[in-house]
């Protein structure tokens, strides 16, 4: 039975990782191309949480931090 599970399984498989540190291309490449097909949405996700992803395709690395605040005029 595959319904909508999948793709909320991998966004999990996905989040969890980013949460501990940095993802390497390398390291596990089924993952990195989860990352890379999922992006658009684990950014939505993450923004709830108020964080970012930083993700270089060309060095093969991603990980999450804190949004910037805009903080200038307070």
């Keep these: 039975m595959a319904g909508p599970a999948p793709a909320s399984a991998d966004l999990s498989a996905l989040v969890i990782p980013l949460l501990k540190g940095v993802l390497y291309q390398e390291a596990d490449?089924?993952?990195?191309?989860?990352?890379?097909n999922?992006?658009?949405r684990l950014r939505d996700y993450v923004e709830v949480l108020d964080l970012e992803l930083?993700?270089?395709e060309a060095e093969g690395y991603a990980f999450l931090r804190s949004r910037p605040q805009d903080?200038?005029?307070a």
């Excluded at 490449?29 to 890379?36: R, Y």
């Design 54 to 56: 930083v993700l270089d």
């Design 38 to 40: 999922l992006q658009a």
């Design 29 to 36: 490449a089924a993952l990195w191309n989860s990352l890379l």
């Design 71 to 73: 903080d200038e005029g």
